[in-house]
């Protein structure tokens, strides 16, 4: 059922084991030991790689148009990411960058903090000044800090985060300033790896089904209505029209 594609991290804790209900991915956790060494848990994260193997076969019988891209072009499968924090700060650096402008701004910021590591803790107790020596704007480090503050007081539950539905997650995430629904779905996709999102707001998925369906214009009803063949694999279809277009967030 699952393939050899995993995350394996090492912790120095009490040996635990975790299923988790959604069938993006299960987590197993077993206890090694090794010589004289104290006893180390692997986090063995499998995911189920047939995942996009389904998406291309469902392709194939509701939508010849999309099914045409996708069998010349490969995509990753999706994996959920562990740092859910992280993954928004970067996302909030990045916004309206380029992916090099952003990784280079995004690694100047790490190194703020000892061993490189950002919590909200340490973004809170951060002088905006040296977050601005990074090269992050003013109201980008307003952003940060406020996803910081509301992480900490909980009114932004990112632990239990991926329990709650798409809408629910949305509507969390956006009270948050600087995030938007935009930045919202991206999460949904590149962070929790959920299989079914679509995003009307991005430019380059107009593009792409503008180019290939060969349309002038096209609404939000229209991106709504050839989007729904898709279901429930919407986000793999989004992955292979940006690709099309060799124009993938990161």
Known sequence: MYSSC???QLLQTNIM???QSRESYTLF???LRSGTQCPLIIQLVGYNTNMYDKAIKHFKKSDP???KIAVSIEVQELIPVTNHFLKLVRSIVGQQLSIKAASTIYSRLEELFPKGEITPERIL???????RSCGISYSKIEYIKDLSEKVM???LDLENINS?????IIKNLTIVKGIGPWSAEMFLMFSLARPD???????GLKNAIKKHYKLDEISSEDLLTISAKWSPYRTYACLILWKSLDNEPK
Do not use: P, R
């Open 17 to 19: 084991l975790q299923n």
């Open 164 to 168: 709650l539905d798409n809408e629910t």
């Open 197 to 203: 999102v679509f995003s009307t707001g991005d430019l």
């Open 125 to 131: 107790k951060m002088d905006k000044e040296k977050i």
């Open 65 to 67: 148009v999309l099914y």
């Open 6 to 8: 995993c995350i394996l």
């Open 29 to 31: 956790t077993y206890l």
């Open 153 to 155: 007081d909980k009114h």
